[in-house]
Every structure is written in C-alpha cells, then in structure tokens.
C-alpha cells in the first residue's frame, strides 16, 4: 500500500487542522493506520491509531481529547482532525499501515509502510 499524507501548515496556538492520508491499493481496509510525528533530534512519536475496521481507536496522552482519528475504507482515507493545537504539537506528521494486531498500535516498528510527512506548524 502506498501512503500520501496532506495537510499540513502553519497554523495560530488554539486553532485546527485537519490531515489527510490517502492510500492506493485494494487492501486498504485490511490494515490498521496510524499517526506518528517527529522533530528535529527526537524519536519518532505515536499520535493515534485506528483499527482496520475504524471500531477501535488510541490516542497518546498528550493529543487525546483534541485529535480525533477516523477512516473511510470506501474511499481509502485516514484523516487526524487536529483542534485546541499548542505550539508543542509542532513536528512532521506521518502516516503509517500495519498489517500487526492493534494491540502493537503505539509501535512504529510494527508499522511497514509510511507516506511521506506533511509539516504542521503551531505558533504561540
């Protein structure tokens, strides 16, 4: 599956973006999608995952109650609605498939195909 992340820029602390991952292939639904960010000299970070059917759903502490992670399997989209945006949210965001169980969803090594990144920017 190939992975193409969107979305991204510059945005005041408070507001909101919305990133998109379209994804090519006919197994899309078969995977379970993540979201993962990373800054310049730091690991690389879970944000969210969902479950292939969209039935399940896990935030990292820092983002819960102001992401929300969804998918569409018809049209092989993963979106990560970003409210309440705090300048620490800054990184590049990516998108990720795992073909492992949910339950290694905060696992980016579990996790074997990734779009390309898409910058978001928080201002204070």
């Known amino acids: 599956v190939q992975l193409q992340a969107s979305g991204g820029g510059l945005v005041q602390a408070g507001g909101s973006l919305r990133l998109s991952c379209a994804a090519s292939g006919r197994t899309f639904s078969s995977y379970n999608m993540g979201w993962f960010r990373q800054t310049p000299g730091k690991e690389r970070e879970f944000v969210a995952a969902?479950?292939?059917?969209?039935?399940?759903?896990y935030y990292a502490d820092s983002v819960k109650d102001r992401f929300t992670i969804s998918r569409d399997n018809a049209k092989k989209t993963v979106d990560l609605q970003m409210n309440s945006l705090k300048p620490e949210d800054t990184a590049v965001y990516y998108c990720?498939?795992?073909?492992?169980?949910?339950?290694?969803?905060?696992?980016?090594?579990?996790?074997?195909?990734w779009g390309q990144g898409t910058q978001v920017t928080v201002s204070s």
């Open positions: 969902i479950s292939w059917s969209g039935g399940a759903t």
């Open positions: 990720a498939a795992s073909s492992w169980n949910i339950a290694y969803y905060s696992n980016d090594q579990k996790y074997g195909y």
